[in-house]
């Protein structure tokens, strides 16, 4: 028997009306959500190093006024939605190379403009090395890494780069 004064018609309404709505607020969650899914990237081979974690613990909020993303892998970070800020420590310690090294508040970058207008700088004369990664369409190469030399001075600075002209070879004369 049906209660007094319900009407079992309009209880299923209100019941397809709270699925709708469940629905509806599950799938703007899902939109939401999406919108900060984590950056897919892989760890670099040293990424363990106990001096990444001293950089990734230091890394700013923002960089190059681009916000902090959250990535899927160890010792990295990122900026920018899209994407403009790459950082990976652990990677190999560069050797000496002709490529350009740029000093910024007292850390040495080695630059690589292969893709250019994307750019790769790697740490020089630290170890483990940092790189990185950004897309100067949508940020500035030296805004970033002025933004990023904090974090990365914590890894004491071993070695710097050097000029031909700072290089004297065997048997030339000075």
Request: some cysteine.
């Amino acid at each position: 028997m049906t209660p007094p004064f319900t009407n079992p018609h309009r209880s299923g309404r209100r019941t397809g009306f709270r699925a709708v709505s469940a629905l509806l607020l599950a799938a703007s969650a899902v939109v939401l959500t999406g919108c900060s899914a984590a950056v897919p990237m892989q760890p670099a081979a040293d990424a363990v190093h106990p001096a990444c974690a001293d950089i990734i613990v230091r890394l700013p909020t923002t960089v190059a006024d681009q916000p902090e993303r959250e990535t899927n892998a160890q010792a990295t970070g990122a900026w920018g939605d899209p994407t403009a800020v790459l950082l990976t420590c652990g990677v190999e310690v560069p050797g000496p190379t002709t490529l350009p090294c740029v000093s910024i508040n007292g850390v040495d970058w080695i630059e690589d403009d292969t893709e250019a207008p994307k750019y790769r700088y790697t740490t020089y004369g630290r170890e483990p090395a940092t790189e990185v990664y950004i897309d100067s369409e949508l940020v500035s190469g030296s805004t970033t890494l002025v933004d990023l030399a904090a974090a990365v001075s914590n890894v004491p600075a071993t070695k710097q780069c050097l000029g031909a002209d700072d290089v004297t070879l065997p048997g030339a004369t000075p």
